[in-house]
């Protein structure tokens, strides 16, 4: 059963600290790997993944996939109190007639002041 | 940008009470996606269209059934609503059609919370 594993499950943080989250899958037809951050409405798009060891960067957020692990890692920098969310990881995997997104549970990030 | 919209942003029914959720998206996508977020449990996904009157049930489908008359709106429609279906519902849509076509990403609407009394 494909399946992706998100941890930790929450995370306290305290402004200007650096984070990473984690992402592992075991998922058929693997394409590609999604991180999502949720804040109070719906999930927005941070990360599309298909490429191992190549960095994904925007501002304080990075993350990068191991397609031979099976792993991607969500690093942010220098943290503020709006990255406080759930982020959530996302694989797809070919399913037939088209392609199927298999969420983890997420991560909630808290960033204290 | 990208528009999802859904029809309501909280809704509060009956056991027994018939349901519809609408979702409408703007950037003419093929791939249209209807997933509930409970805590603990994540997004499960329900339902997916890949095309007008084409859909294909998710992990979840039961108790769910949807409607893609028009390729901009995917419906969900809960036959007789019951108390665990009580979550959060969330509509996506991607770009192009099955096979490795296309983008992965999905665009979310904002989300309807639903609480069946």
């Known amino acids: 059963e494909d399946k992706v594993v998100q941890s930790p499950l929450s995370l306290v943080v305290h402004e200007g600290d650096t984070v990473t989250l984690n992402c592992s899958y075991e998922v058929t037809n693997f394409r590609s790997l999604l991180w999502y951050k949720q804040e109070k409405k719906a999930p927005t798009f941070l990360f599309m993944l298909t490429s191992s060891g190549i960095e994904k960067k925007s501002g304080r957020l990075s993350s990068i996939l191991d397609k031979k692990e099976l792993f991607s890692i969500l690093n942010i920098t220098a943290t503020q109190t709006g990255d406080s969310a759930i982020y959530l990881c996302?694989?797809?995997?070919?399913?037939?007639?088209?392609?199927?997104?298999?969420f983890g549970t997420g991560t909630l990030l808290a960033v204290q002041p | 940008d990208v528009k999802v919209t859904q029809s309501s942003r909280y809704l509060v029914k009956r056991t027994g009470e018939k349901v519809f959720l609408e979702c409408v998206q703007d950037?003419?996508?093929?791939?249209m996606f209807w997933y509930r977020q409970d805590p603990g449990l994540g997004l499960r996904l329900i339902y997916f269209?890949?095309?007008?009157?084409?859909?294909e049930k998710g992990d979840i489908p039961e108790g769910y059934s949807v409607s893609r008359e028009k390729k901009e709106r995917f419906s969900l429609i809960l036959e007789s609503a019951s108390t665990n279906q009580t979550s959060m519902y969330l509509c996506?849509?991607?770009?192009?059609?099955?096979?490795?076509?296309?983008?992965?990403?999905?665009?979310f609407g904002p989300g309807t919370r639903l609480t069946v009394l």
């Open positions: 269209s890949y095309d007008v009157k084409m859909k």
């Open positions: 996302a694989v797809v995997g070919y399913g037939g007639a088209t392609n199927k997104l298999i």
């Open positions: 950037m003419d996508h093929e791939n």
């Open positions: 996506a849509s991607s770009l192009n059609g099955g096979g490795f076509k296309g983008t992965d990403t999905q665009y």
